[in-house]
């Protein structure tokens, strides 16, 4: 069933992004959500529906998929596909090019007042 | 004592979901809990005075997903109050994270909502062609039975046909707004 799908396939919004990483290791919702708020010391909360939805949507696109190994409530875990990696190492990649640019950006900005 | 139950009356989730999520909120603050869905509102029943915030999804869950998509909820504190087919409520303690915490997933939301009342639209449908094939039988010679037939199930399919209409313009209202 297509969800009318407006995900771009080269990149990841930042939930998605979080979920994925979470996925690298075959987890369940909980597992999920609770992986992501120790990575980001809190920072970074998912929200159920949105957690939920995203499962969804990343299992819609390939990125992730049941993983087949149940735990021992017998809840659907998942884990990130092939193409899921490809997209994630994509990802990691723009976005610590975004943080450079920042930073380069501040910088020159920094020496242009202080020249001008 | 007094009554144990009280009806609340909704304008409709699909135009006053905060208003109704606030006042819920306003009811469980003074000892009217959320028990159920009723006809055009709720059933609150009464119960200890909590500070709860309420909060509504709309999503299409398999029987065999149910129990994973109420853990995710349960996990961040959000319990499931009641449902009613893709229509979920759930409540949690007052100040908990909302349940959609990004606006592309909260736009899937609405999307689920105006998918949900996208078969309904055959009401609205149907009145049209009641009237269209009256006006049709009109011109032609007809019998009058059969006119009446058709005028009649006309104005009744108009009757839920506006609340439908509307409903269906304000689902697709919010979607456009949250995007």
Redesign the interface.
């Given at each position: 069933m297509s969800r009318g799908n407006s995900f771009d396939a080269d990149q990841l919004t930042d939930a998605a992004y979080y979920i994925l990483l979470s996925l690298l290791v075959p987890r369940h919702g909980y597992g999920i959500m609770s992986y992501i708020e120790n990575l980001t010391a809190g920072e970074v909360t998912i929200g159920p529906a949105t957690a939920y939805t995203l499962i969804k949507k990343l299992q819609d696109n390939k990125c992730i998929v049941l993983s087949g190994e149940e735990d021992n409530d017998r809840r659907k875990t998942y884990r990130i596909t092939e193409a899921g990696q490809r997209l994630l190492h994509k990802e990691i990649e723009r976005r610590q090019k975004m943080a450079d640019h920042g930073t380069q950006a501040l910088q020159s900005a920094r020496e242009e007042e202080h020249n001008g | 004592m007094g009554k144990q139950r009280r009806y609340i009356a909704s304008g409709g989730l699909a135009f006053t979901e905060n208003r109704d999520m606030n006042k819920l909120s306003r009811l469980a603050a003074k000892g009217w809990l959320l028990e159920s869905f009723a006809s055009f509102g709720y059933y609150v029943r009464r119960g200890e005075p909590q500070q709860l915030v309420y909060?509504v999804?709309y999503?299409k869950v398999e029987h065999d997903?149910l129990?994973?998509?109420v853990?995710?909820?349960e996990?961040?504190g959000?319990t499931k109050v009641c449902s009613q087919e893709r229509i979920h409520i759930f409540s949690a303690p007052a100040g908990t994270?909302?349940?959609?915490?990004?606006s592309?997933?909260?736009s899937?939301?609405y999307?689920s909502l105006v998918r949900l009342m996208k078969p309904m639209l055959a009401v609205p449908l149907f009145t049209v062609i009641m009237f269209a094939l009256l006006i049709a039988t009109q011109s032609a010679e007809s019998s009058a039975p059969l006119a009446i037939i058709l005028k009649s199930a006309g104005i009744l399919g108009l009757i839920p046909s506006v609340p439908i209409l509307a409903t269906y313009a304000f689902a697709r209202i919010r979607l456009i707004r949250v995007k």
């Open positions: - | 909060s999804d999503n997903e129990r994973d998509y853990e995710l909820f996990a961040s959000w994270k909302p349940i959609y915490t990004d592309d997933t909260k899937e939301k999307k």
